[in-house]
């Protein structure tokens, strides 16, 4: 609900027009450990010799403040979607969108931690 709050915020301050909003679309999704294993088996081509799971916290240093915290993330998310965000939306929104992006890193990282989910799987080829 949050979100989409804070999207028609961003439609509503004609920084981008709601018809581009409702054509975008980033294909991602996120398959839990127990589906990629059972993906992996499924297909049949590969045998599951292990798979672990561990977290990366996107604060890097704690010992850095919030802002150069959020401006890592930020700078890394960047480099991974401001191409599609370009082909959307066009570059003159890029900048502010990174900056607001960063502002709710930043008060996120204010009051939690950030971290994502690495899987490590070790796979050997069916003969």
């Known amino acids: 609900m949050f979100q989409k709050i804070n999207t028609l915020f961003i439609v509503m301050q004609g920084i981008i027009k709601e018809e581009e909003l409702d054509k975008f679309n980033i294909p991602l999704y996120l398959a839990g450990v127990e589906e990629v294993k059972q993906l ?27 802002n ?3 401006k ?17 939306f066009g570059g003159a ?3 502010d969108l990174f900056v607001r992006f960063k502002n709710r890193v930043q008060k996120h990282f ?15 080829k069916r003969a």
């Open 40 to 66: 992996i088996e499924a297909e049949g081509s590969f045998v599951v010799n292990k798979l672990e799971t561990f977290t990366i916290d996107w604060s890097v240093d704690t010992t850095q403040n919030l």
């Open 93 to 95: 929104i890029i900048d």
């Open 68 to 70: 150069s915290r959020a």
């Open 72 to 88: 890592f993330v930020t700078r890394s998310i960047r480099a991974v979607f401001e191409s599609l965000l370009l082909d959307a």
């Open 110 to 124: 204010a009051t939690q931690t950030g971290e994502y989910l690495n899987l490590l799987i070790s796979l050997t």
